[in-house]
Structures are given as C-alpha cells and as structure tokens.
C-alpha cells in the first residue's frame, strides 16, 4: 500500500488516508504510517482523513499509530474534513485524545498542542479572564464527549 505523505513544513509530516479501514487492509496501513513515522526531523504527523467513513478499525490504527508516535516523541494530530468523521471521532470519545481538527491549519495548531480559540471573546480582558464571574445561580454546561449521557435520568423528568 502506498500513502500519499508530504511536508507541510519543516516541523510537520502529512499523511493522507483516502482508504476506508477495514480487516483486509488495517495492518498494511498502520505499517505504512508508522514507516513514515520520523525518527528526526518533523516532530509532529498529522493524517489527513478524506473519506466520510471512519470504522472501529481506523479508529485502532489511529490509536496504535499516536501511541507509537508518542513513544518517538512525535506529535500526533488527525484532520478530519468530513462531519460524520468528526461526529464518529466524537462520538468514541478521541476528539480531544487524537487532537481532531476540520481543516490542515487547525490540526498544525492542535499538534502544536493549542487550543481552538472560543467563539466570542467580548468577555475576555488581556489575562484571558472573564470581567465578570459566573452567577452563582446558574450551573455551568457540562462539557465532553459525554456531557449528555454523564447526567443522571430520572424516567419522567426531562
């Protein structure tokens, strides 16, 4: 198997996976990804996902891949263009663990481990903090791959 890879820019290794993952083919491309692993050089590989389809498969080379990154040191991010990509990563809870990122640019910054700036920044002064603290009435949002499901049900409350 042959993965387009190419160097964004010194620090950065680019690799693209077109394929969709599956038993026939999983071990071929975590060999070929994990080749294309610098030993020095760029500190950080970003895989640029371009299919839609994302099955539990890729998901493990992609984990086998960023622990195999991290032991050489290496930086791992995941460019994921698609949504349902996006929403699969999300959804398994390897958003934040994979440093997913729509866009090329994005994932250059997550593998440099920055944030994603906040939508609104109106509320912010030059230290990063907030002008005002939150009410104390109103309960923060619970954040995470899980804030949804992490609340406890009670059956006929909504």
């Known amino acids: 198997m042959f993965l387009l890879s190419y160097h964004l820019d010194a620090a950065h290794l680019v690799v693209e996976l077109g ?60 460019v994921a263009g698609y949504d349902k990509a996006r929403e699969i990563l999300s959804a398994a809870g390897l958003h934040r663990v994979l440093r997913v990122a729509a866009t090329l640019p994005g994932a250059e910054l997550r593998s440099r481990g920055c944030r994603p700036e906040p939508e609104t920044s109106r509320n912010t002064k030059a230290g990063g903090r907030r002008s005002t603290p939150p009410s104390a009435g109103t309960s923060p949002r619970p954040l995470g791959p899980y804030a949804d499901t992490s609340r406890p049900r009670i059956p006929g409350e909504h």
């Open 19 to 78: 394929d969709v993952v599956d038993l026939d083919n999983e071990a071929e491309i975590e060999r070929e990804i994990v080749r294309l692993l610098p030993c020095c050089g760029p500190r950080a590989v970003i895989v640029d996902i371009r299919t839609p389809l994302l099955t539990p498969r890729a998901l493990g080379v992609l984990l086998r891949v960023r622990g195999q990154a991290e032991e050489r040191g290496i930086s791992m991010a995941v």
